[in-house]
């Protein structure tokens, strides 16, 4: 018997392009890429946002977004809290997360992740981020991130090019 037999739905695995506005965030490789591609858009000064479509590998076994991949982008939305604090300083790793799953995402949906910064000191970032899909909230979350001083980092090559290329990426949309 197939793995097929007992997962007979499929969601598109393909990736439909994000909605316009958006840019496809550059990966860190790892398991970014195996999750990804998880895209940003900005609608303001001081604003970010990160989103993904739920596709096949993000499917727990009823066929709705796994709460792992949930957590998952919840994570990976320390993007925006990097663009938004600057990129003088690592902001890694993260140290807390507390998560509320609100609704279920559907395959083909649409995430989007809001991302406000609440509070940096020296050393630590305190966020919020807040997803729906539409209108629709989905999960809302907490995360505490470190603040790394760049030389303390084994490898800061990612750090030294995300910045500008996401600038690159958002003047090529006019944002």
Known sequence: ???????PFK??????????????LPSPGGFCDTFGPVHATRDGPGQFAVGFRCTERHLNPSHYCHGAALAAFTDMQAYGVQHLVGYEAAVVPTISMNIDFLSIVHPGDWVRGDIEVTRKTRNLVFAQM????????????????????????ADTT???RIGPEIERRFARIGR
Not at 1 to 7: C, G, P, R
Not at 11 to 24: C, D, L, R
Not at 134 to 152: C, W, Y
Request: proline share 10%; aromatic share 10%; charged share 20%.
């Open 1 to 7: 018997m197939t793995l097929d037999a007992f997962h």
């Open 11 to 24: 969601a598109p695995e393909s990736n439909p392009p994000a909605p316009e506005g958006w840019i496809e």
């Open 130 to 153: 807040r997803c729906s899909v539409g209108d629709r909230p989905v999960m809302n979350a907490r995360a505490l991130f470190k603040v790394m001083a760049m030389h303390a980092l």
């Open 158 to 160: 990612y750090f030294d």
